[in-house]
């Protein structure tokens, strides 16, 4: 390319994306958006918030002109996602922040198997979901409803940075950590074939999920998914 040179700054949040330096000057061709540019360098779109040059905000389709000043800012947090309620579709690589996204009540789609990114794309379209993912091409495909990077490989910290992010409405034990359907009270008779003696037993506090009639009880890892609830609730309760 031997177009026009533009000045172009990242925002620090976006380093993990850009593999040089987040100030420097690009050579364009003359006739791609910005946003491309901006995809170009490895920036997702779904990571940056804006784009200003000289001063002003300008849409992914500018096309940017010789001497430019591009600043490239980073999604707002929180960051609101218009036009349907916020709920999410997630990758194959992130089935246990699925489960605990669910067990905090939030809509949460998930896949065990790899379905591939046009069908995960087509699904995000078709539902109106978020797509989080921490795969950069899947992110960089038109069809999609919405998206977001998650940022770590650790489950604990991707619910913060969900939570943080989205800011989603928590109601925690009303869905299928496994399925993902809403739950509703169940008494111990209707559960009965799926609790083992000494369940049957210890427990009386039962709910079933509508949809798959997982039965769930206050069982041995109750304690740890306690924590997870009331961890989320006091940081991101609204
Ligand atoms: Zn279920």
Redesign the pocket.
């Known amino acids: 390319m031997n177009g026009p040179e533009i000045h172009v700054e990242f925002a620090p949040e976006l380093a993990l994306f850009v593999q040089r330096a987040l100030r420097r000057t690009l050579v364009t061709d003359g006739v791609s958006s910005l946003g491309h540019v901006v995809e170009s360098a490895g920036v997702p779109l779904t990571e940056v918030g804006a784009l200003w040059v000289d001063g002003r905000e300008v849409p992914t389709s500018y096309v940017p002109s010789a001497g430019d000043r591009v600043e490239v800012r980073p999604v707002e947090r929180p960051q609101r996602v218009p036009g349907a309620p916020l709920r999410f579709l997630l990758d194959v690589h992130l089935g246990t922040l699925a489960r605990r996204l669910r067990l905090l009540g939030v809509d949460t789609a998930y896949e065990s198997t790899d379905i591939g990114d046009p069908a995960l794309a087509a699904r995000s379209a078709a539902e109106q979901r978020v797509m989080l993912s921490r795969d950069r091409g899947l992110l960089r495909r038109r069809e999609l409803w919405a998206g977001a990077f998650v940022y770590s490989t650790r489950p604990e910290e991707q619910l913060q940075d969900v939570l943080d992010r989205f800011r989603p409405d928590l109601r925690p034990w009303t869905r ?1 950590t ?2 993902n ?1 809403l739950l509703k009270e169940a008494t111990k008779d209707e559960v009965a074939d799926q609790l083992e003696g000494g369940t049957q037993r210890s427990y009386d506090v039962f709910a079933q ?1 509508t ?2 009639g ?1 039965a769930y009880w206050k069982g041995a890892h109750h304690e740890q998914l306690v924590a997870i609830v009331e961890r989320a609730l006091t940081d991101y309760a609204s």
């Open positions: 299928c496994a399925c359907g999920c949809q798959c997982r």
